[in-house]
């Protein structure tokens, strides 16, 4: 985050310099935030020597970078009464992103940020990485997960202001345009009442965003799944959005459905649970341009605005 601090924060009294502390070494060392207020003027007349000497450049050269960097700055009050150590935790905890499969939803996420905006690569991949995934247990259990997980980060939040640094991305499952689960909905309610930054995908799951040359190249090793590829392929933009990819159309839902679907499309055609062996093995067939013109609306790019408004 763009971290925006009064002159007179109570981080910055010699008896809190415990926690300036930590909050200088996730920034500089992590490199998870930039501080950009007070400016490197000011902090050096604020900051003891010592804490100069040993930050001072980076923290220089940040503030400059913080000038075009793409995520949002965070005000904070110019107050004396704000508690510093839970200043000093709130930023040393990872961004929390609660998903229904981390092995799958969560590697997917890896998978796309790579793909779209790698410059957020780095916070979801090695020793200092800014994202934690969390395992939400199935869309079901997903609320409960995510109540827990707001009381523990609500815990040190600083203020209404600041973003909560939870995230919760879950498929919609939905079965058409205007249609989305139950299920779905509950988890956008407490989302919205704890408020974390929620993401219900539009369309029906993560595998009905995968473009169809990185499918063609997957069934080209795996020959057992090309008729199920082919009849998703010759479906409608909208139909293959809502596609159950896995166990392909029930009669009850092609009868839900209207005149999305063909009325003579096959019943029970889908590849099966086939996504952790699209990402362990062909992940490189998924190209930029084919994530772009399979989510045609940018929603991607929205998804990927909510992480980043939380890092």
């Not at 450049?57 to 904070?76: E, P, R, T, W, Y």
């Not at 989510?295 to 980043?308: F, G, T």
Request: hydrophobic share 40%; net charge neutral; glycine share 6%.
């Amino acid at each position: 985050m763009i971290l925006a601090l009064g002159e007179k924060c109570a981080i910055f009294r010699p008896e809190n310099h415990a926690y300036l502390h930590r909050l200088l070494f996730t920034v500089v060392h992590k490199r998870w935030h930039i501080i950009i207020r007070p400016n490197s003027d000011r902090l050096r007349s604020i900051l003891p020597d010592s804490l100069w000497e040993l930050y001072g450049d980076f923290l220089v050269q940040s503030q400059k970078l913080g000038i075009n960097a793409a995520q949002g700055v965070v005000f904070h009050k110019e107050c004396q009464s704000c508690d510093p150590r839970r200043l000093a935790e709130f930023y040393t905890l990872p961004v929390a992103v609660l998903v229904e499969n981390p092995h799958t939803d969560g590697r997917w996420l890896q998978l796309i940020v790579s793909k779209l905006r790698p410059r957020l690569a780095r916070y979801l991949n090695g020793p200092d990485q800014a994202v934690d995934l969390r395992h939400g247990g199935g869309i079901g259990s997903v609320p409960a997960e995510l109540r827990r997980l707001a009381e523990e980060y609500r815990r040190y939040h600083p203020g209404e202001a600041v973003p909560l640094r939870v995230v919760v991305i879950v498929d919609s499952d939905r079965e058409s345009p205007d249609h989305i689960s139950g299920s779905a909905n509950q988890v956008m309610r407490v989302a919205s009442e704890l408020g974390a930054t929620c993401h219900v995908l539009s369309k029906r799951s993560i595998e009905n965003y995968i473009p169809d040359d990185a499918l063609d190249a997957y069934v080209q090793q795996r020959a057992d799944r090309r008729y199920a590829f082919e009849v998703i392929k010759s479906l409608s933009a909208p139909a293959r959005d809502f596609y159950p990819m896995k166990a392909g159309l029930t009669a009850d839902l092609h009868s839900r459905s209207g005149s999305l679907y063909p009325e003579d499309i096959p019943l029970g055609v889908g590849l099966g649970d086939f996504m952790a062996d699209f990402l362990d093995n062909f992940s490189h067939s998924l190209s930029r341009q084919g994530l772009r013109e399979r989510d045609r609306v940018l929603e991607l790019e929205e998804l990927l605005d909510k992480l980043e408004k939380n890092l």
